[in-house]
């Protein structure tokens, strides 16, 4: 469901830096490059209607703290984000 994203340090619900939650713990969404199939998915997996633009936050202002995905690459069709190509960081991976 939508309630393991979010967005976050936007205009609204609606803009902002994709989060998602993993085991308790909120954690940055990475990408190469978000591209409008990626915010497709994520506007329709939070009910936020068409996405009208995706962009890359210059490094600086990516976040500090956990990740909680990273090389999210979609389609465009999938109903959620976790449905995309996407790799777990290393150190969920090693906490099993």
Excluded: F, M
């Amino acid at each position: 469901g939508s309630g393991s994203l979010r967005l976050v340090g936007g205009g609204s619900r609606c803009d902002g830096r994709v989060e998602i939650l993993r085991r308790g713990t909120w954690g940055r969404v990475l990408a190469e490059q978000w591209h409008l199939q990626e915010a497709s998915v994520v506007c329709r997996q939070l009910r936020c209607g068409e996405a009208e633009a995706a962009y890359s936050l210059p490094k600086a202002e990516r976040g500090q703290g956990p990740v909680g995905l990273r090389g999210v690459r979609c389609a465009g069709h999938e109903a959620s984000l976790q449905l995309c190509n996407t790799s777990l960081p290393q150190s969920v991976l090693a906490a099993g």
